[in-house]
């Protein structure tokens, strides 16, 4: 049980660079989310997803695009990378209830710099 | 809309009380959580309260809710220098589309020996 993995661990762009952040769980959740994190601004959500096949947009959804491609896997596009998409995007999976302090509901994060 | 604040710093001693503080303005919430942030890592979900509950108890962590203000508070006893890290208050409410998530801006927690 691995929990929530992504792919890659970091990554550099150039402007208008296109890439596709992975993110998998193995835990049979059914939401799954997508964070941007930025100093000073704590989490912020990008994209969601409830179920497989829905997606929904969250607080800063503009410049990215998501993909539910079943349950375990939620991935983040970005289609033509700016300086302003410079973060450190996190991939989450967490139930609604019965949760578990001792498990992990976060990926390690995809530190992204665009030059 | 919601909306969940925090204070950015908290500094104690080693071995005094840490008392992290938490607004939130959706009166919907059905669960808060606060999860720790180690430098580097990802976030580690530390307790969490049903909305229905004033109080939640968990070795060391006492998480305090005030349904009314929209108050929560995280006490951690004895804190110590592996406490140090950034807490993340959160909010959870069912919309339309399911379950959404939102956190606080994160308070750095400093604890000096």
């Known amino acids: 049980n691995a929990g929530v993995t992504q792919t890659p661990k970091f990554q550099v762009l150039k402007t208008g660079q296109s890439m596709t952040l992975q993110c998998a769980q193995d835990m049979n959740h059914n939401s799954m989310y997508w964070y941007r994190q930025d100093p000073g601004m704590g989490l912020r959500l990008i994209y969601y997803?409830?179920?497989?096949?829905?997606?929904d947009k969250g607080e800063v959804p503009n410049g990215y695009n998501v993909s539910r491609l079943n349950k375990r896997e939620f991935s983040l596009r970005l289609e033509s990378a700016a300086p302003s998409q410079t973060s450190v995007y996190f991939c989450?999976?967490?139930?609604?209830?019965?949760?578990?302090?001792?498990?992990?509901?976060f990926g390690p994060g995809t530190r992204l710099t665009v030059l | 809309g919601e909306d969940v604040e925090q204070s950015l710093f908290l500094s104690v001693r080693e071995g005094d009380s840490s008392v992290i503080n938490c607004t939130y303005t959706?009166?919907?919430?059905?669960?808060l959580y606060w999860y720790k942030q180690e430098p580097g890592a990802g976030l580690q979900l530390l307790t969490y309260i049903f909305s229905n509950m004033d109080m939640k108890q968990d070795q060391r962590l006492t998480v305090l809710l005030n349904k009314k203000d929209k108050h929560l508070s995280l006490r951690i006893a004895d804190t110590q220098t592996g406490d140090s890290a950034i807490y993340f208050c959160a909010e959870s409410i069912l919309t339309g589309g399911g379950n959404k998530l939102t956190f606080g801006t994160g308070t750095q927690l400093k604890v000096e020996l």
């Open positions: 959706d009166s919907s919430s059905t669960y």
């Open positions: 997803s409830a179920s497989e096949g829905t997606t």
């Open positions: 989450a999976s967490i139930p609604r209830d019965r949760l578990s302090t001792d498990t992990q509901y």
